[in-house]
């Protein structure tokens, strides 16, 4: 069965473009225009990716963004922004609502192909892998997509589930930050390390009991990361 993109954008001429792209890559592509009906497919369809623009009538991107980790039918979809915002807050905003992705526009549909392919191939990896994670009071079930810290369920975006599970896999290993870059999101690009460094702060909050002294999570300077739970002394 051929994998579903719904792709939400209200310039035709760019929904028309990415479309052929993506139905030439062998994707099944659902469209939207504006953000009212975007939400109504998502809810009925539960595509297997969402590329979403962020300046959209009736609800604009970050809306629908907040929208779908918030409800846990719909939270496992991975999210890549579109937009002709090049801010830097922008995009690290859009990172921190949950997406996965985020591209500026003018860009080649050939890349955006590239990262849709990324996306959803570590996704699928993930789903493959039956075996329970475990460090300290930290769980991941690959199995069923699920992470727990101390029994209390976490929620995650694909790409938080997918930095997380590679560290989980090499717990007490420093991984480059080039290792996360290309195992995590599937390749690498210009302006990649600050989007890694918004994962890595969104992934501390969550599975942090302070996000500002890690337990887990640790920065090795110059480096890169690692997965070690530490337990504080005294």
């Not at 469209?31 to 009906?37: F, K, L, N, P, Y």
């Not at 719909?74 to 922008?90: K, N, Q, S, W």
């Not at 369920?153 to 290309?182: A, K, W």
Request: glycine content about 8%.
């Amino acid at each position: 069965m051929k994998q579903r993109i719904l792709v939400v954008d209200d310039d035709p001429d760019v929904v028309r473009l990415l479309r052929g792209y993506l139905e030439q890559a062998g994707y099944e592509v659902l469209v939207a225009h504006e953000g009212e009906t975007a939400v109504h497919i998502l809810r009925r369809e539960k595509p297997d990716l969402l590329l979403l623009d962020l300046m959209l009538p009736r609800k604009d991107g970050w809306e629908i963004t907040r929208l779908v980790r918030g409800d846990a039918a719909l939270r496992h979809i991975p999210i890549i922004m579109l937009t002709a915002r090049v801010d830097e807050t922008d995009r690290i905003v859009g990172l921190e609502l949950g997406a996965d992705d985020y591209v500026t526009k003018p860009y080649s549909p050939r890349e955006v192909v590239a990262r849709v392919r990324a996306r959803l191939r570590n996704f699928g990896e993930a789903e493959t892998r039956p075996p329970i994670l475990q460090v300290g009071g930290l769980a991941m079930d690959c199995g069923r997509y699920e992470v727990r810290v101390d029994g209390r369920l976490i929620e995650l975006t694909s790409t938080e589930f997918s930095l997380l599970r590679i560290l989980m896999e090499q717990t007490g290993y420093v991984l480059t930050r080039h290792d996360l870059i290309t195992k995590a999101l599937g390749h690498d690009y210009e302006g990649l390390d600050r989007t890694l460094d918004s994962h890595i702060r969104n992934l501390r909050r969550k599975i942090e009991p302070n996000h500002r002294q890690p337990t887990y999570l640790h920065t090795v300077y110059g480096v890169g990361y690692k997965l070690e739970w530490l337990v504080a002394s005294g």
